[in-house]
């Protein structure tokens, strides 16, 4: 019975070690989209300096190579709220394929490579 309490207290500290590495992962790839933004001229002119509230995985596909994916944000900024967009590499602060979705149901692009996005009338982008 003691070696099996001594694996168990092995199994969860190596679970909790997992999770805190995950976490700290979500939370400095949350920190880099939100420099990402903040350095885009277009998130200045709408919503000001904006700050990430949610961050999820979006239903559309990547459309970078790999070792990046596509992330759906609702941003708040200074001047209001709303939902972007974009693919996302860990220890990079540059935007690919990113998308700003007013709350009017305007979408605007905000890298060139989403303008032929936004041009086509992809409605449901940012879900």
Excluded at 15 to 40: C, D, G, M, P, R
């Amino acid at each position: 019975m003691k070696g099996f309490l001594r694996i168990l207290r092995y199994l969860v500290l190596v679970i909790a070690v997992v999770a805190i590495f995950f976490t700290w992962q979500w939370y400095s790839l949350k920190k880099e989209a939100e420099a990402a933004f903040n350095h885009n001229p277009v998130i200045e002119q709408y919503l000001g300096k904006v700050s990430v509230e949610k961050m999820g995985l979006s239903v559309f596909s990547a459309q970078c190579p790999s070792g990046c994916e596509h992330y759906l944000m609702k941003l708040r900024g200074e001047k209001g709220s709303a939902m972007a967009v974009s693919d996302l590499s860990k220890g990079s602060e540059e935007l690919s394929y990113a998308i700003l979705c007013l709350p009017g149901g305007e979408n605007i692009a905000l890298t060139k490579d989403a303008e032929l996005i936004v041009a086509n009338g992809r409605e449901s982008a940012c879900q």
